[in-house]
RNA sequence: CGGGAUGUAGCGCAGUUUGGUAGCGCACUUGGCUGGGGGUCAAGGGGCCGCAGGUUCAAAUCCUGUCAUCCCGACCA
């Protein structure tokens, strides 16, 4: 049956919602695929289920075909096995929890790994059975401090998760790799663009993750790319140590008065004025710059900690965050200034063992650690630890010891890849898949054991891979639409026609019934837009909102035994004659 | 949580400064004309002006409080 646009569930707007800030969110509103109900949480008309189910179709036939199996949880749950895992307290604030008649604890499920793990807990107690991987797409919920963009960052969201259990570490590495190589298989299907980049493993224990981005302006993570491959999340870029340099020349350091110099661009300003450099000029990457962070722990404690970089670097929120985690880290306040006085803000130095950090109210001494950059030897201008002074030529290794590495500046393009293939450059990019290896965390936490074939006990690794379906049909919005409205690839396209009877004679609207007749015959999906006494101007302004990519015009040219076809891409629209439409539409789709 | 903005019909907005019977465009209903690019004429239906309190003869408008939404940031497998 044809989606009659004169019966069709749908009102389109003429103009863009006042809420919708991004391409996607105004067009989807606007041609009638969804509408909002609260921040970050969305109906879905008629037009849009049908592409969300095109999008879940695809992934299912190859999540099947990679040897998956599809399975359904319940979106609500009770807490029990997510305080297992400590996720009950982890979550925090993102966590939509509630509770029953009888008071009892329930959480609305923001992802599945403990059910999915104990259900295979319960069924399954041997190697035999192993490997599994299950999956379901499903709807998630995470109350998010800030949902923005429509579809892209829901508070409720339909995602396809799957989990594999396999005995052994290399059974994970297939795993991981059919996986893998589904999701491939799948973006190029939906004909979304998709680069794969490392991803930070780090709080949930794994010890692999590939990040799949569309790179898009809009997108919320930022990625770094070689030309020789190399490809990751900032979050999980890792830089070389610097090797060493041989700094036995470096004159000795000396500490001079800097008066008003509690900044970066000042303190190179005075250098400059006051003390000549051997070559050229002195630059804030020839200082060395100590941030105060604080990292709060998961019972709340304040540590701080004082990061030494090149003074021509900021400090990367989120490679920080990523590095300490699963601490928060802060920059540190006036308050935590004033508890340690040793701490002079602006002219803050390393010291030979650091034991000057250790202010009175200090509960241990603060760490030191400094940007993998920093090569021992080398020479910096940087603060003396003293108002209004800095110190010259203070050399690493020699005038000043580190208690570590903190690898958390921030990245410039032009940068080398740590893996030394290229230059890198920066992107912006939105998640549409990860998939990770989560180790046995979860199978370890909830006690996931099988029998090997020497009847031994052994515990489960496992791996967890997840697809935003919702977030698709956002994505593919963002990148395929034009100044007047959706262009769906074929692939999710909700018809895979769509047919315009347009104008008074009655003949236009009865060849327009008899194509869609013939598409329907031979396969084809159709909408017909069979509105009487509607502007031709209006029909085509429909049908270039909705975004269909193949269109049929049933109009003025039937009296001479023509219909139009016209390619809603390439805006080209070829007279046909009627009997002739269907092949010419048939051979021109792709 | 910090900063900014906004709540008036299904959607987009004006009206608030200076208090005096609720407006416009789109959409919707009926009829006519029109019939290849959101056409036109006429007649209609639809409002707790976010909510609560206050001031006033009188509040969309002034005052206090509160709730909500959007944007930026923080946060976010």
Excluded at 1 to 22: G, K, N, Q, Y
Excluded at 68 to 90: C, D, H, M, S
Excluded at 490 to 499: G, R, T, W
């Amino acid at each position: 049956m044809p989606i009659r646009l004169s019966s069709l569930f749908l009102r389109t707007l003429r103009e863009d919602p006042s809420d919708a800030e991004v391409q996607s969110h105004r067009l989807l509103v606007r041609a009638g695929y969804i509408r909002r109900n609260a921040p970050g949480i969305f109906s879905w008309l008629p037009l849009g289920l049908l592409v969300k189910n095109k999008i879940e179709a695809i992934v299912r036939e190859e999540m099947n075909a990679a040897g998956a199996q599809e399975v359904y949880f319940p979106g609500l749950l009770p807490k029990e096995p997510f305080e297992i895992t400590g996720r009950w307290n982890e979550y925090g604030e993102n966590l939509f929890r509630l509770k029953d008649r009888k008071d009892a604890d329930y959480l609305l499920a923001p992802t599945h790994e403990e059910v999915f793990t104990l259900l295979v807990k319960d069924l399954y107690s041997s190697y035999k059975d192993l490997p599994l991987t299950i999956y379901q797409i499903q709807i998630k919920y995470r109350d998010e401090a800030r949902p923005r963009a429509g579809l892209l960052r829901g508070r409720e969201f339909v995602m396809k998760d799957a989990y594999s259990f396999d005995v052994t570490d290399e059974g994970l590495g297939k795993s991981y790799a059919a996986q893998r190589d589904a999701y491939e298989k799948i973006f190029r299907r939906l004909g979304v663009e998709y680069v794969i980049v490392k991803a930070e493993a780090g709080a949930m224990g794994g010890s692999k993750s590939e990040e799949f981005l569309n790179p898009s302006p809009i997108g919320e993570d930022t990625f770094v790319r070689s030309k020789g491959g190399f490809a990751a999340n900032v979050e999980a870029v890792k830089f070389e140590i610097a090797a060493d340099i041989d700094g036995s020349d470096n004159p000795a350091a000396e500490v001079h008065d800097s008066p008003n110099t509690p900044t970066i661009a000042s303190l190179v300003d005075y250098s400059n004025a006051n003390h000549s450099k051997a070559e050229g000029s002195w630059s804030s990457a020839d200082t060395l710059k100590n941030v105060v962070l604080v990292l709060i722990g998961q019972d709340g404690k304040r540590e701080l900690v004082i990061v030494g970089l090149p003074g021509d670097r900021g400090v990367d929120q989120k490679r920080a965050e990523a590095f300490f985690g699963p601490k928060e880290v802060e920059q540190a306040t006036e308050e935590d200034f004033k508890k340690y006085p040793v701490l002079v803000k602006g002219y803050i130095g390393p010291t030979k063992s650091g034991q000057q950090f250790l202010g009175e109210e200090a509960e241990s001494k603060i760490r030191y650690l400094v940007d993998p950059r920093i090569a021992k030897g080398s020479a910096w201008i940087t603060g003396a630890n003293q108002d209004q002074k800095h110190i010259w030529n203070l050399t690493y290794g020699r005038d000043f010891d580190a208690d570590g590495l903190a690898d958390i500046a921030e990245i410039k393009a032009g940068d080398p890849a740590p893996d030394g293939s290229g230059d890198l450059e920066l992107s912006r990019g939105i998640e549409i898949g990860h998939v990770f290896q989560l180790g046995r965390k979860y199978a370890e936490a909830l006690g996931l054991k099988v029998l090997d074939e020497d009847g031994k006990l052994v515990t489960v690794t496992m791996g967890s891979y997840g697809i935003g379906v919702t977030r698709l049909v956002a994505v593919l919005a963002e990148s395929y639409n034009d100044e007047k409205g959706l262009v769906w690839p074929e692939s999710v396209s909700p018809a895979d026609v769509y047919i315009i009877a347009t104008g008074k004679d009655p003949v236009a609207f009865e060849v327009a019934e008899q194509l869609t007749l013939e598409a329907e015959a031979v396969g084809l999906s159709v909408m017909l837009d069979d509105r009487l006494k509607l502007s031709p101007g209006v029909k085509f302004a429909d049908a270039e909102l909705i975004g269909v990519p193949w269109i049929l015009i049933c109009g003025k040219g039937v009296v001479d035994g023509e219909v139009e076809l016209w390619n809603r891409r390439s805006n080209e629209r070829v007279a046909v004659k009627i009997e002739s439409a269907l092949a010419k539409l048939i051979s021109e789709r792709s």
